[in-house]
DNA sequence: CTCTTGATCTTCT
DNA sequence: GAAGATCAAGAGC
């Protein structure tokens, strides 16, 4: 440790008010934008969502689309409550059920501005640059902690808090990344110009 | 900078 | 047996 004395934490940006459960209860394409600018902690850490991805059973791209099994059950269930899932087998990935029971429609969040805790994301992380603490699906699961434990866990609730954004942001759209069917849907949305995206816009 | 590959769990064919 | 809502490391330019 070089650090010699102590420095004043940096300030974290203020937070909006805690998103109600509610939030989720509409079109995944209204909660999909709606959430960039927002902040997700879980025990107190994480940071701005800066992108994310719209699923829905309709669309071939979807886990739901065939229907439900062991792994997606969630996403059939009620809106406001978190869907993880195993990536390739190594990753997990976190999304926020939206719309209403049985319609198996989420939010897939792909990667967040680091704001709170970032010694505890390096730490989980390894020592790297804090542009690459939670710029993926895969990373920011790693960075915060979520794994399978939090599959189905309330979204309003402890251990993970949502705060709404005090500004409306500039918001990006594009196609989604790293599938292969319903690729011309352009249902990735990100905050322009952020410097924390899985990749740029 | 881009391209390739290995890691290895769940679902589907 | 193969593919997949991924990531990191290594080779090559």
Redesign the pocket.
Known sequence: MAQSRTFPTPAAPKLGKPLKRAFFARSVHEVAPDLIGATLLVNGVGGLIVEV?A?HHTEP????Y??P????QI?FGPPGFA?V???????W?V?FVCEKAGSAS?V?I?ALEPTHGIPAMRSR??L?DER?LC??????T?ALGIT?AHNGLALDAPPIALYARREKPEIAAGV??????AVELPWRYGLKGSKFL?KPF
């Open positions: 991805e699923y791209a979807a886990h739901s065939r229907g099994t062991p792994r997606n996403m869907y899932y195993r990536s390739y087998g190594i990753h990935c999304n989420a897939l792909r992380r390894g790297r690459a710029s993926g699906p895969g990373k920011l790693e399978i989604r990344i790293g599938i292969t069917k899985s």
